[in-house]
Nanobody, 124 residues
């Protein structure tokens, strides 16, 4: 099992930036894909971004493309989500997830381990 801990959330004004971090421990090096999802109140969980062991990345909805970037630290146990030009619509609880096998990176079912989430609130 991989233990995931997110950090970096907070309150920011529209147009601002945040960088979320996800640190894996336990069987940290067993992950093959790591991703970020978000869930706003009253809405379904939404795929945001992910990358695989080789560093190949993919982004979610068009609304985050060009504003969000996913990357990893050299130690591979930490993954970042850089969020720029934040909008009130980005307000949500952001979750980090890890999967140990190849899968469709945008599919929540491809992930076996989830963090507790970090809140991002963007004020207008």
């Amino acid at each position: 099992q991989v233990l995931l801990v997110e950090s970096g959330g907070g309150l920011v004004q529209a147009g601002g930036s945040l960088r979320l971090s996800c640190t894996a421990s336990g069987r940290a090096l067993s992950w093959y894909i790591m991703g970020w999802f978000r869930q706003a109140p009253g809405k379904e969980r939404e795929f945001v971004a992910a990358l695989d062991w080789s560093g190949r990345s993919t982004l979610g909805p068009r609304s985050v493309q060009g504003r969000f970037t996913i990357s990893r630290a050299s130690v591979r146990s930490t993954v970042y989500l850089q969020m720029d030009s934040l909008e009130p619509a980005d307000t949500a609880l952001y979750y980090c997830a890890a999967g140990s096998q190849r899968g469709t990176m945008s599919d929540p079912l491809a992930y076996s381990d989830w963090g507790q989430g970090t809140q991002v609130t963007v004020s207008s």
